[in-house]
């Protein structure tokens, strides 16, 4: 359990456009295949040229269904990504009972509640949702934050990792913060200085420069008014308790340290090359 990566929501919404294609192809082809009978004696002739309009009516009905449905994007349910890894994997640094009830219990509460205020059917990807999240009401901006967040967060993670960055993220961030050692000192400075529950981040600010900050709850740098320093975050630390209690208490600066040992730097590089620097968020 917890081992599958997870599945792309556009993958999703492909498959559920091809189903309701597939059943307006069926309906209204049929239509368009019975064509009215046509009548003998003198009026035959107007009664096929009637019956052949028809049929072309139908099947403009056909082709106009197809058109429609190429051309509207399928509704969907968000669902809750499968841990790239077990449970355990993160172990001794993040415990598993945590990363059980983190996942299958907040993270799924949050995915459900997006849902349940979009009516279950949403036409935007959970990235996509994020820029206007907070204009759009609390529950958007809770839940809809809280299920991209945590989509991040278990991406960027990965057992025996910890290692440095390498390439040119570890050069960007030398350039930012002067070294390894010294972005880790100001993250963890700042992740444990969030008041309350919240996230800190790491991201790429619209200058392709390096930067971090903490934003409050479950908001993000990617919604609009959302984070002090407008960027693109391609690093995330969940310093709500419920991501640490239940092994560090109220140690919270321990647990930042333990965090770094966890990080699967050659990911976070991988959606900083291919999505981050080049003004994209992080897809999911």
Known sequence: ???????????????????????????????????????????????????EAVALGRRGMLATAFSAALASPALAEYTLPDLPYPYEALEPHIDAAT??????????????????ALGGKSDKSILELQKDAISA??????SGGGHYNHALFWEELGPASGK???????????????????????????????FGSGWAWLGVKPDGKLAIDTTPNQDNPLMDGGCET???????????????????????????????????????????????????????
Not at 16 to 39: E, N
Not at 137 to 142: L, S
Request: charged letters at 25%; glycine letters at 8%.
């Open 1 to 51: 359990l917890g081992e599958r990566r997870p599945s792309s929501p556009s993958l999703l919404r492909m498959i559920s456009g091809i189903r309701t294609l597939a059943f307006m192809a069926v309906v209204v082809g049929a239509a368009a295949l019975q064509q009215p009978k046509v009548t003998k004696g003198p009026g035959s002739r107007v009664s096929s040229m009637k019956g």
């Open 99 to 116: 990363m059980r009830f983190h996942h299958d219990k907040h993270h799924a509460t949050y995915v459900a509640n997006v849902n349940k």
């Open 137 to 142: 009401g609390p529950a958007i901006r809770n």
């Open 164 to 194: 440095a960055p390498s390439g040119e993220l570890a050069k960007k961030i030398d350039e930012a913060f002067g070294s390894f050692d010294k972005f880790k000192e100001e993250f963890s400075a700042k992740a444990a200085g969030r």
């Open 230 to 284: 407008k960027m693109i975050p391609i690093l995330g630390l969940d310093v709500w308790e419920h991501a640490y209690y239940l092994k560090y208490q109220n140690r919270r600066p321990e647990y930042i340290s333990a965090f770094f040992s966890v990080i699967d730097w050659d990911k976070v590089a991988a959606n900083y090359e291919k999505y981050a620097k080049n003004g994209e968020g992080i897809p999911f």
